[in-house]
């Protein structure tokens, strides 16, 4: 049964566009288009499509509005189309808070070498978020990190209405699974952090990044697949929530304790030197071969090499394998590789490709990754 779309944009050029790339593949179908955010609440209610495309900027309702409404009432996922500027990036942001559950850059050419590539990756998008269209996505403003503290939200408005997206509190739950709640620390030694993910990473990485505590006794560093235009904004954005400092890394950044450092979009983020001092080299990269910029395969393999067993690698939601490889060499070196469960994943992509590599140590729900990383690096 064909996946059904509706295409939201105040621009008819752009509906047509993005209609006739989703018509390419047999599976999807637009089943209609709206121009502004008010026409979208009203046909998302009314014709229940399986995936909403959905721009920002409209006339009469605009895009963060609308998907606030939507959310409200339907399960639907969201993909929001942006452009790629600080203030694109700040409103995307809010689109994610409010239930959205990705975004694409409206410019193809900024996620694909050719227009056919990022033609493809787009039916691909639609395709595996239609897949996860059930309760127990995570939004933004999601509250269930951590049973001590509410996860602070990105902005001051009131809270919104939980969503499909959202996980319920932990007190409207019923009780964890017995190997949540028996959760022990490994005893290993571990000098990094590191943590890669795609599609769905923002709500994941703010879940954990702003549940962790002050003194958190390790660097972590972060590979997000996501604009060069965007990764500024979403680190400013995390260290102004999180009780640990984030910052967008920089060329020959030294690694300290309780530092999480963003990978640069557009670009590779390596680490050198040795475990004692390890720092970051961040590079242009304008190789056709490597998909990904920054690739978590490229960061892992360089941990790999400076920091041995002594890494505790994570691979949550995402789309693809990216990570995959990288992992097997940190396997190969002793080191611990986490993947986020299928359940709590937006696309479970990356994490599966861990699982059935054979490279997993421990699958984790996202609701459980802070806390489980709290007890595993200081030995619980």
């Not at 721009?55 to 963060?64: A, F, Q, R």
């Not at 260290?239 to 450092?261: C, F, H, Q, T």
Request: some cysteine.
């Amino acid at each position: 049964m064909a996946i059904k779309v509706l295409v939201v944009d105040d621009s008819s050029f752009f509906r047509r566009r993005l209609t006739e790339i989703l018509a390419k593949d047999g599976d999807i179908e637009v089943i209609d288009t709206a121009n502004n955010g008010r026409e979208a609440v009203d046909k998302a209610l009314a014709l229940k499509p399986d995936v909403i495309t959905m721009d920002v900027e409209m006339p009469v309702l605009d895009g963060i509005s609308a998907v606030r409404e939507i959310m409200q009432q339907q399960r639907i996922p969201i993909l929001m189309f942006s452009s790629l500027t600080h203030e694109g990036a700040k409103a995307t942001f809010d689109a994610l808070e409010a239930g959205a559950v990705d975004f694409l850059p409206k410019k193809f050419e900024d996620i694909a070498r050719d227009k056919d590539e990022a033609g493809q990756l787009l039916r691909d998008r639609v395709k595996a978020v239609a897949r996860k269209r059930q309760p127990g996505r995570t939004t933004f403003s999601s509250s269930a990190a951590r049973t001590e503290t509410p996860a602070p939200r990105l902005s001051e408005r009131p809270a919104l209405t939980r969503t499909a997206f959202e996980r319920p509190k932990l007190s409207d739950r019923v009780a964890a699974p017995a190997r949540s709640a028996n959760f022990q620390a490994s005893g290993k030694s571990y000098k990094l952090v590191a943590i890669g993910t795609s599609t769905g990473g923002p709500v994941a990485l703010q879940r954990i990044i702003t549940a962790l505590p002050a003194n958190f006794p390790l660097p972590i560093v972060l590979i997000q697949h996501m604009p060069a235009a965007f990764t500024g904004a979403f680190a400013q954005r995390l260290n102004s929530l999180a009780k640990i400092e984030v910052r967008e890394a920089a060329d020959n950044d030294v690694l300290r304790p309780g530092v999480a450092y963003l990978a640069p979009g557009g670009k590779q983020m390596l680490i050198e030197g040795n475990e004692r001092e390890a720092r970051l080299r961040i590079k242009e990269d304008d190789s056709p071969r490597i998909t990904f910029k920054p690739s978590v395969d490229i960061t892992f393999a360089t941990a790999a090499k400076v920091y041995s067993d002594k890494v505790l690698a994570i691979v949550l939601t995402g789309m693809g394998a990216d990570g995959r490889e990288g992992a097997r060499l940190l396997k190969q070196t002793g080191a611990r590789i986490w993947a986020q469960d299928e359940a709590s994943c937006v696309v479970y992509g990356m994490p599966q490709a861990i699982a059935a590599a054979g490279l997993m140590d421990v699958e984790v729900s996202l609701n459980e990754v802070a806390t489980r990383l709290i007890t595993e690096v200081t030995h619980g």
